[in-house]
């Protein structure tokens, strides 16, 4: 309670001192998953859906507290700047948050990993997720590679590891689908291939944990998703970090090889507002009750002590 009552102290504080006396050109940018009111078990597992109503409010509020910007306007001088992202291709936010949008004429983003799009199949975390919980093969093969079982387990699989258990043991593939929830198809990208308010980003070709990935894993699947999404005319070349906390899911090795691609901008999703240089930026995930305190604002300076921005 405390701890809560502090956030919101510190969040109004960085909110206002925001609002009447930042002189410098800023930008927020927000992260939404799924947009439903009927969420997946892995949706509701790891928080990362808002229901069409709170998705609402929250839409209103920024529109009301920032200039949304489209991706091509990210080095423009407006201020108080603001970008809506979505990662991983849901399809209510396609659905539900890209018509909702539209009619405040506000431009979004999507993030997307094409495998799933183009396999029909479920991304790789939502598929090595739902096997730790519901596979006893599968975690009987977790420990034979002297992998501990733990909570976020699917961090230190590989697509080596994964392949030599897929050469042994069959999936599940339709109930994998339903754990995670329906993304969006081809036909769906598609259908909003002409929309000038909708672009797509490379989120690489599958949900890895990039830290895990060896260089030539990187390439592969920076290059494979990029050639995928580049026959879509509303790619626009800018890529997000799968997972996206610095550490945990990329360090500075991983940075500067995916800096040598030059895309326009890396986006990873740390959780704070702050923007680390001309191309690189942090997002912010919010519930509305964190904007409607302004509790997200707390997280405006969250830094990383780590070398791998500054070093």
């Given amino acids: 309670m405390l701890k809560n009552t502090i956030k919101k102290i510190l969040g109004n504080i960085h909110y206002y001192s925001f609002k ?82 539209e009619s405040f004429n506000i431009p979004s983003i999507h993030f997307l990993n094409y495998r799933p799009i183009e396999k029909y199949e479920a991304n790789i975390v939502s598929t090595i997720d739902y096997l730790c919980n519901y596979d006893e093969n599968f975690k009987d093969f977790f420990i034979k590679q002297n992998i501990k079982f733990e909570k976020f387990n699917f961090y230190d699989l590989t697509p080596k590891i994964f392949k030599n258990f897929l050469c042994n043991y069959k999936i599940p593939i339709a109930q994998i689908k339903e754990y995670q929830g329906k993304i969006v198809d081809t036909e769906g990208l598609i259908k909003q291939k002409d929309n000038k308010l909708v672009f797509f980003g490379n989120h690489f070709y599958d949900h890895w944990n990039i830290l895990n990935l060896d260089k030539n894993e990187i390439e592969n699947y920076y290059f494979k998703n990029k050639m995928k999404l580049e026959k879509y005319k509303n790619y626009i070349d800018i890529v997000s970090f799968t997972h996206g906390v610095p550490n945990i899911n990329f360090n500075k090795n991983n940075l500067n090889q995916i800096i040598s691609y030059n895309p326009l901008f890396i986006f990873f999703s740390g959780g704070g507002i702050a923007q680390y240089n001309e191309s690189i930026f942090d997002r912010t995930f919010t519930t509305y009750n964190e904007i409607e305190n302004k509790i997200f604002y707390f997280r405006k300076n969250k830094k990383y002590n780590s070398n791998i921005f500054y070093g």
């Fill in 20 to 101: 009447y006396f930042n002189k410098k050109e800023t930008l927020t940018i927000f992260l939404f998953h799924e947009i439903t009111n009927k969420p997946s078990e892995f949706q509701k597992k790891y928080k990362i859906y808002h229901s069409i109503s709170e998705f609402e409010k929250i839409i209103k509020w920024i529109n009301k507290n920032y200039n949304i910007i489209s991706p091509n306007e990210i080095k423009s001088n407006k201020k108080f700047k603001a970008l809506i992202t979505f990662d991983d291709g849901y399809l209510g936010s396609f659905n539900n948050g890209i018509p909702l949008l």
